[in-house]
C-alpha cells in the first residue's frame, strides 16, 4: 500500500522496465529504484535484508521475496473459513464479535477475487456474498439475541450484514438503557433502608436517669 500510494508500484509489477544505457530517464529511474529497495531492506528483519542487500533491481529482489516466502491461497482460505465458522460471540459486544467477523470476511475476500463477466450474470454474485456473510454473522450470536435473529431471517429481502449490525446494535444499546445492574439496585436498597433507619433513630423518644 506504501508504494502505489507513492505510485512506486511499477518498480515491483515489472511495468517500469530499466531505461536504456543512454536515455535521459536512467538517472531519474536509477534514484527511484534505490529509493525502492531502501524501503524493501529496511521493512524486513535484518537477516532477511541482508541476503537482498546486494540485488541492484527492486523487482528481482521482491521476486526474490516472492518465491521464498510466498504461499498457495488454499491453507490460507482454509484457516480463514476454519476461524469463522467457528467463531461465536460469547462474551464480547455486537461492536467486537461484529469487528471480528468483518475482519475476516474481508480477508477472505482478498483471497477469492470476483471473476470478471460480460454476460451480466455476474452481478448476482455479491448478493451471495452479502447473504453469507449475514448467515456466518448470525450463526454465532448469543442464545439470547435468538429473537432478533428470527425476525432478520424473517425479513424480506433479507437485510445486508452492515444492516444486521445495526439493529442488533440498536438492541444492545436498549438492553443496556433499561436493564439497572444489580449493584445499583442492593446500594439504592441499602441507602434506602440506611435513611429509614436514621428517621427512625432520630423520632426516638430520648431519656435521662437522674439516679
Not at 521464498?68 to 480463514?80: G, L, M, T, V
Not at 477475487?113 to 451471495?128: V, W, Y
Not at 436498597?189 to 436517669?209: I, L, Q, V
Amino acid at each position: 500500500m506504501a508504494l502505489e500510494a507513492k505510485n512506486k508500484l511499477q518498480f515491483l509489477d515489472g511495468s517500469l522496465p530499466k531505461p536504456a544505457s543512454d536515455s535521459p530517464d536512467l538517472p531519474h529511474w536509477t534514484r527511484c529504484n534505490s529509493m525502492v529497495r531502501s524501503w524493501i531492506v529496511h521493512s524486513i528483519v535484518p537477516n532477511i535484508a541482508h541476503s537482498i542487500l546486494w540485488i541492484d533491481s527492486a523487482r528481482d529482489a521482491w521476486l526474490d521475496l516472492h518465491d521464498r516466502f510466498s504461499q498457495k491461497n488454499a491453507p490460507q482460505i482454509f484457516e480463514i473459513r476454519k476461524s469463522i465458522s467457528t467463531l461465536s460471540q460469547g462474551l464480547d459486544s455486537i461492536y467486537e464479535y461484529y469487528t471480528k467477523m468483518k475482519s475476516l470476511r474481508d480477508e477472505f475476500s482478498s483471497y477469492k477475487a470476483m471473476p470478471t463477466c460480460t454476460c451480466g450474470t455476474a452481478g448476482t454474485l455479491p448478493s451471495h456474498v452479502e447473504t453469507d456473510s449475514l448467515m456466518d454473522f448470525l450463526q454465532g450470536l448469543h442464545e439470547s439475541y435468538s429473537a432478533s435473529r428470527s425476525q432478520i431471517l424473517l425479513m424480506d429481502p433479507l437485510p445486508t450484514f452492515a444492516k444486521a449490525y445495526s439493529l442488533l446494535l440498536q438492541e444492545e444499546r436498549q438492553r443496556s438503557i433499561h436493564s439497572l445492574p444489580s449493584s445499583q439496585v442492593e446500594h439504592a436498597a441499602m441507602a434506602t433502608g440506611y435513611s429509614k433507619g436514621s428517621t427512625a433513630r432520630s423520632n426516638r423518644p430520648t431519656y435521662h436517669c437522674d439516679f
